[in-house]
């Protein structure tokens, strides 16, 4: 059955890059894509960004400075950087194919 | 971006009751291919947002018919017909129609 799984660092120092891992099983990065959507504690929903079938990206354009999307196709995995990480960037980072199917989340607390 | 705006902001329903759900859209959410990407998520506490309703009024694998998508343009509304303790929690419309993709800030449904 499809399957994604977030991991990363729970914490990381502010004005840092955040490096995220989505393994994904039950299906293949070459034909389906992924997005990364966060969720500050307590509030609502943000998408992030896309990485397509094809290997093309796109950005939510408020975070499209600082953000970056990859993938390893023979590993089954995508990739999220982030830098100039601040506090407010505190969030569980969620990576899901097609909205439908979702990870369980990783959180990311940004804190010296 | 589109704005999403979601009323009211919680519900508190009887078991067996109905409830219904507002998303109105800053604009049309009918994509130049003709399809409206409008979509309804529930995430029940400490879990990910589960897909129930695709493009309006689909229902996702295993949802039962007691939920219902309707609307169209600008305006889209999700009814849950008898709710049942397993309904509790937040729910979520998302417009991937137009980039950047958005959600709506919310409903929380509590059971009486």
């Known amino acids: 059955q499809v399957q994604l799984k977030e991991s990363g660092p729970g914490l990381v120092q502010p004005s840092e890059t955040l490096s995220l891992t989505c393994t994904v099983s039950g299906f293949s990065l070459t034909s389906n894509s992924v997005h990364w959507v966060r969720q500050p504690p307590g509030k609502g929903l943000e998408w992030m960004g896309i990485i397509r079938s094809g290997g093309s990206t796109d950005y939510n354009s408020a975070l499209k400075s600082r953000l970056s999307i990859s993938r390893d196709t023979s590993k089954s995995q995508v990739f999220l950087k982030m830098n100039s990480l601040q506090t407010e960037d505190t969030a569980i980072y969620y990576c899901t194919t097609s909205f439908a199917y979702w990870g369980q989340g990783t959180l990311v607390t940004v804190s010296s | ?112």
Request: aromatic share 10%; with cysteine.
């Open chain 2, 1 to 112: 971006d589109v704005v999403l705006t979601q009323t009211p902001v919680s519900l508190l329903i009887s078991l067996g009751g109905q409830a219904s759900i507002s998303c109105r859209s800053s604009q049309s959410l009918v994509h130049s291919n003709g399809n409206t990407y409008l979509h309804w998520y529930l995430q029940k506490p400490g879990q990910s947002p589960q897909l129930l309703i695709y493009q309006v009024s689909n229902r996702f694998s295993g949802i039962p018919d007691r939920f219902s998508g309707s609307g169209s343009g600008t305006d889209f509304t999700l009814k849950i017909s008898r709710v049942e303790p397993e309904d509790l929690g937040v729910y979520y419309c998302l417009q991937r129609t137009h980039n950047p993709f958005t959600f709506g800030s919310g409903t929380k449904l509590e059971i009486k």
